[in-house]
């Protein structure tokens, strides 16, 4: 079961929570987005049984996000419990959008590198509009050098914000129910394309 921690927060991070708030608004009544929020299932390796994906056929969602946890050395133990949101379903969709991000990798294929989590991160922001999305995105470039960075805004981000725009909301996608679907057809289905 979900719980939360609880950390006393200013007025200034107040104010900064509240612009997010409406993100639980994100959970429109499609069948997936009410199922989450009712049962809200949280990810991690006592959750997901792991092994038992990487035995799915390839081409599976199970198959792609098991082979992208094997491929770089990461587990869904890694993403810190959110603190600073009293609110128990709000602070769970954020939870549960942190907990997400290694879908998101494996529906788009965009890998862990600066230029990849940058991606993911424009691409994160034109589906929610989270401040905190755009100011990765807007810092995180001065990270890379010259050529990285052009190759960022010319390739990527352009990517980024029509593909996130014109996709289906994965923060409705109950990704644990996906596990044997083929993995073209999810992309085909939520309106994901593959950055060239």
Not at 156 to 161: G, L, S
Request: charge should be neutral; include cysteine.
């Amino acid at each position: 079961h979900y719980t939360t921690t609880n950390v006393p927060i200013s007025n200034f991070q107040k104010s900064l929570l509240a612009v997010s708030s409406a993100f639980t608004a994100f959970f429109d009544p499609s069948r997936g987005g009410r199922q989450i929020l009712r049962e809200r299932p949280i990810i991690n390796s006592k959750t997901i049984d792991i092994p038992y994906l990487r035995t799915l056929p390839e081409r599976t969602f199970g198959k792609e996000y098991a082979n992208f946890l094997d491929g770089e050395m990461v587990t869904p133990d890694t993403r810190e419990k959110v603190k600073y949101i009293e609110d128990e379903e709000l602070a769970y969709v954020m939870q549960r959008y942190r907990e997400c991000h290694d879908f998101f990798h494996a529906l788009t294929k965009l890998p862990v590198s600066v230029e990849g989590e940058l991606a993911l991160k424009w691409f994160e922001f034109a589906q929610t509009k989270l401040p905190m999305a755009l100011i990765s995105s807007v810092v995180g470039p001065l990270r890379l050098s010259s050529k990285e960075r052009t190759r960022l805004f010319e390739k990527y981000v352009p990517w980024a914000i029509q593909c996130g725009l014109q996709s289906k909301l994965l923060m409705n996608v109950y990704f644990e129910e996906c596990w044997n679907k083929d993995i073209t057809e999810m992309r085909k289905e939520l309106g994901i394309y593959l950055v060239e």
